[in-house]
């Protein structure tokens, strides 16, 4: 999860603006409120919260669409003490087109997607599911301009110990630095930062459904997006209508476990790409199929001994070329601009093209500016950094394990040979990602101990077979642990979800959403995306 910080529907941009450039440009506390317990019966009294409306209106913005609508919606800071303080939560809607009074809510990954955002950028890809519904997200809390986390000097810290820079060989000094990087977020960012993590992003997720007018959540959520569903899913099982899940997350596995399985699923999507480049003219790495896996691999090993130097006079390392392979694998359609880039670099040892595909947007605004009238951050005042900064907030608080600095410098001599194993050009890349919790307080077991056999209505998961994000297999797992209502779709395609790059899978969630059609157990999606292979049942909403 932790290498996940390119959005789902950001895919298509992020060789050309770089991935954090998609979040916009702070951070701010929480609405403050007196203290203390506000019960009813016992338990805590959230009813001001459930009995919310939202208010329409205009985004804010000079290029925000005509045609889309912005509003908030207030949440506690803390739901077991909800006298503590609030924040708001921004929301963005397409009005639907077909006259109907429900809506669907959707979640784009990250974690640490600013939904408003992305919806204002691809919001055409779900025209379709207007004609039935609503077409409403928003940015959860730590995120965009919903109270948005920020580590302010200590992201570049983080950046420093990353996947491209990190030396193994000195763990201690690592962790060193990751403490401090944690020591820095917790300051940047606030009153907001223990409260971050997608137990509470649920709850967050009910509170809209009843400010949205709705009985039942309708709701379509890819990589991150998937988790949040689930952990939805067994908090208000009665509460699920309609919900589908496109690139299924992990709900089990520690970071360990994910990194393995990580690298195993890159691997997988850079044999494809690899399969497609020796059977076009112009593979920088020739025709032989063989011989261009062992070619990748050395061109990696050489750029780590001998890293190139740009033409700002950085170096750029085998891990760097690494960690921009990994966002050029999010979508097929940027394989041919990933070919020549490695022809560029290969050839005539110029780094510029894959660099491209991995760029960052610019360092994070200092200091914590307060909110505008409407209570949310200003498009314009939200931090550089919070993609990254709510990316790793969201999966630390949603990891229970701490090992100890002696107990991490142990594991990692033990997994070198697993990750190396699973992937020789991702397995390093992936290691450097157990660390990054450390310093960080624990975060919560209920994900792991408690979403499972959910009680809902059948719901669909899609899984793809060349996902470099969330691996195939994850799908299988997660849809077993939620039990007999998760049926899953099998989309033999590549890349990063299925919804974006395949009309079969398209069609099918929005035949599930709109109709209620359900593909039967077992049903596929091709390679290829057009032709349709699924057998519909029928299920009410």
């Known amino acids: 999860m932790l290498a996940k910080l390119c959005t789902r529907s950001a ?42 409306k939202v208010a329409w209106g205009a ?33 963005g809607r397409y009005r639907g087109t077909g006259g109907s009074h429900h809506s669907v809510l959707l979640n784009f990954g990250g974690p640490g997607g600013a939904g408003v955002t992305e919806l ?59 403490r401090q990087s944690a020591e820095a977020c917790a300051r940047s960012s606030g009153d907001v930062l223990p409260y971050i993590g997608t137990v509470n992003a649920a709850r967050d997720l009910d509170v809209i459904r009843q400010a949205l007018g709705e009985r039942k959540l309708n709701y379509l959520g890819f ?63 020739g025709r032989d199929r063989r011989a261009a896996g062992d070619a990748v691999v050395r061109l990696v090993r050489s750029l780590d001994r001998r890293p190139v130097t740009t033409d700002g006079g950085d170096p750029f390392s085998g891990q760097d070329l690494v960690a921009a392979i990994v966002q050029a694998l999010y979508s097929k359609d940027l ?24 760029a960052g947007g610019a360092g994070p605004v200092r200091g914590r500016p307060a909110p505008g009238h409407d209570g949310l951050v200003a498009p314009e005042d939200v931090p550089a950094d919070n993609l990254q ?44 990602q157990v660390l990054m919790c450390y310093g960080r307080p624990k975060g919560t077991d209920f994900i792991r101990a408690r979403v499972k056999d959910v009680d809902t209505p059948r719901m669909l998961l899609v899984g793809t077979r060349g996902d470099p994000a969330t691996p195939y297999p994850w799908a299988v797992r997660t849809a077993q642990r939620l039990g007999p209502a ?27 959403l709109l109709h209620g059609s359900l593909p039967a157990y077992g049903s596929s999606c091709p390679a290829d995306g057009k032709e349709w292979r699924v057998f519909p049942n029928r299920i009410d909403r």
């Open 11 to 52: 895919v298509r941009r992020c060789a050309g603006t770089g991935v954090l450039a998609l979040a916009l440009l702070g951070s701010v506390l929480p609405t403050p409120a007196a203290a203390g317990p506000v019960t009813v019966a016992g338990r805590p009294d959230l009813s001001r919260f459930y009995r919310q």
């Open 59 to 91: 985004c804010p913005g000079p290029g925000a669409p005509r045609d889309m609508q912005c509003g908030k919606v207030t949440v506690p800071l803390d739901y077991a003490r909800p006298g503590t303080g609030t924040l708001d939560l921004a929301l």
């Open 120 to 178: 204002a950028y691809g919001g055409q890809e779900f025209m379709d599911l207007a004609g039935g519904y609503d077409v409403v997200t928003f940015d959860p809390r730590g995120v965009g301009r919903s109270s948005p986390v920020s580590c302010g000097d200590g992201g570049d810290q983080a950046a420093a110990v990353s996947g491209a820079a990190a030396d193994l060989d000195h763990p201690q000094a690592l962790l060193r630095q990751l």
């Open 223 to 285: 990589s991150y997006g998937t988790r949040l569903g689930s952990v939805y899913a067994a908090q208000f099982p009665h509460n699920v209508g309609r919900m589908a899940l496109d690139g299924v997350d992990t709900l089990t596995e520690s970071l360990a476990e994910q990194g393995i399985d990580g690298a195993r699923g890159q691997q997988t999507a850079l044999d494809d790409f690899l399969d497609w480049c020796a059977a076009h003219a112009g593979c920088p790495f």
């Open 335 to 358: 394989w041919p601009s990933l070919r020549r880039a490695l022809g560029s670099l290969t050839r005539d040892g110029d780094p510029r093209g894959v660099m491209g595909f991995a």
């Open 389 to 432: 900064a709510a990316l790793m907030a969201v999966n630390c608080a949603d990891d229970p394990d701490r090992p100890s600095a002696a107990r991490i410098a142990g594991d990692l001599k033990r997994l070198r040979a697993a990750y190396d194993e699973a992937s020789p050009v991702f397995g390093r890349y992936r290691l450097t």
């Open 486 to 512: 998760a049926v899953v779709l099998d989309n033999r395609g590549d890349g990063h979800t299925g919804y974006g790059s395949s009309v079969c899978v398209h069609r099918t969630v929005d035949d599930f």
